[in-house]
């Protein structure tokens, strides 16, 4: 999912340890544009994405690429917005790099046809025109009148 917005805040970062090694999460607040402008607040995991938040300076329009999350805890849900990517946005313009990241110059080209394993074609049945239907009424109108008011 993608939403755009101007980057009003930087979360502060919290590190810690787990069995698989040390860890590092952070955030950040955007506004979104509109006639009723609402806060969204994300979370971002990795050094790799704290850098990409940081190098983005306030105030900035930005685009955020993420994906919710929802967990229950104890009876109660709790959402998560996790941010894969944000990069900065200029109104009118189709991004060109992503923060961090470049964007690939190419689609990636699909198989050759004739690597794929090949089916003979068979023609489908010519479909048979319907049997027109009675009208379950007469109508009231004449033939040359087309509405019926």
Request: hydrophobic residues 35%; aromatic residues 10%; contains cysteine.
């Amino acid at each position: 999912m993608e939403i755009s917005g101007k980057l009003i805040k930087i979360l502060q970062e919290v590190r810690g340890e787990s069995q698989r090694g040390p860890w590092v999460r952070g955030g950040f607040v955007i506004e979104t544009d509109g006639e009723y402008p609402r806060q969204v607040a994300f979370t971002t995991f990795g050094e790799d994405r704290l850098a990409m938040v940081a190098s983005i300076p306030l105030g900035s329009p930005v685009i955020v690429t993420f994906t919710p999350e929802s967990r229950e805890y104890q009876e109660r849900w709790y959402t998560d917005l996790r941010c894969s990517r944000i990069q900065n946005y200029i109104p009118g313009q189709m991004p060109t790099q992503a923060t961090g990241y470049a964007w690939p110059a190419a689609a990636p080209q699909a198989a050759p046809m004739s690597a794929m394993p090949q089916q003979p074609m068979t023609a489908a049945p010519a479909p048979q025109p319907a049997a027109p239907q009675q009208a379950p009424f007469a109508s009231p109108l004449k033939p040359d009148e087309d509405l019926p008011f």
